[in-house]
């Protein structure tokens, strides 16, 4: 067990709907990391908040959107969805900042399998 | 812009076999890790390296740190299958802030 928590393990959902996936980093951590994986392909960085702000964004699309909350719970936002959406979705948290934190060591949830028919 | 390449992309051998996997980087790195990801789960990170030339041992898995930081492999002895998955290196690049650059991986199975 990582620490890091992620609901709902499970989404199915219809084209054109929004949801909204949340994460909970593990105790002491600030940064929290969203990740995509589609079926058998390696893991594709949407964005990153520390501390309540934004502090990176990777191959985010404009239809999906994230926050991290004052308690620095994270929620990742998507919207009119296509079927092309259909991943695992990851959320990861460390402990610092990656510019000061060399190692950058992330600690993953068990992820949201989010399904779009 | 850095790149981190795996090979093999896919091995699939026989229990009790001896296993290497790669990863290759277009730059220098500050430091390295390894992760293993099951199917249907999170990666989890098994090691990291900071050093050149470091090596490090966790029972049966071994992981070198190439000498000019560009470079580090993962040896398996003995390969058993409970080491079936996915495994993946992820590098931090200085001049990247250190944000981490993710490898596509290398997907492992082994046989009974």
């Known amino acids: 067990d990582s620490g890091v928590t992620q609901t709902p393990k499970h989404l199915i959902t219809a084209t054109g709907q929004r949801v909204t996936l949340r994460c909970s980093p593990r105790?002491?951590?600030?940064?929290v990391y969203w990740y995509q994986q589609s079926l058998d392909q390696g893991l594709q960085f949407l964005i990153q908040?520390?501390?309540?702000?934004?502090?990176a964004k990777g191959n985010i699309l404009e239809r999906f959107s994230a926050q991290q909350f004052p308690d620095l719970h994270s929620e990742l936002n998507l919207s009119s969805l296509e079927l092309g959406d259909s991943a695992l979705y990851f959320c990861?948290?460390?402990?610092?900042?990656?510019?000061?934190?060399?190692?950058?060591?992330?600690?993953f949830g068990p992820g949201t399998r989010l399904t779009v028919l | 812009t850095q790149l981190l390449e795996q090979s093999p992309q896919f091995l699939s051998i026989q229990e009790g076999e001896n296993l290497t996997v790669y990863c290759n980087s277009s730059?220098?790195?500050?430091?390295l890790q390894w992760y293993r990801q099951e199917p249907g789960e999170g990666p989890v990170l098994l090691v990291t390296?900071?050093?050149g030339g470091e090596v490090k041992k966790l029972k049966r898995l071994t992981f070198q740190f190439g000498d000019a930081r560009k470079d580090s492999s993962l040896h398996i002895t003995a390969a058993q299958p409970g080491d079936t998955g996915l495994y993946l290196c992820?590098?931090?690049?200085?001049?990247?802030?250190?944000?981490?650059?993710w490898g596509a991986g290398t997907k492992l199975i082994i046989k009974p």
């Open positions: 990861a948290s460390s402990v610092g900042l990656a510019g000061f934190d060399f190692r950058n060591e992330q600690f």
């Open positions: 105790s002491g951590d600030l940064s």
């Open positions: 908040y520390y501390n309540g702000e934004e502090r």
């Open positions: 730059s220098v790195f500050s430091s």
């Open positions: 390296v900071v050093t």
């Open positions: 992820a590098a931090s690049y200085m001049d990247s802030n250190y944000q981490l650059i």
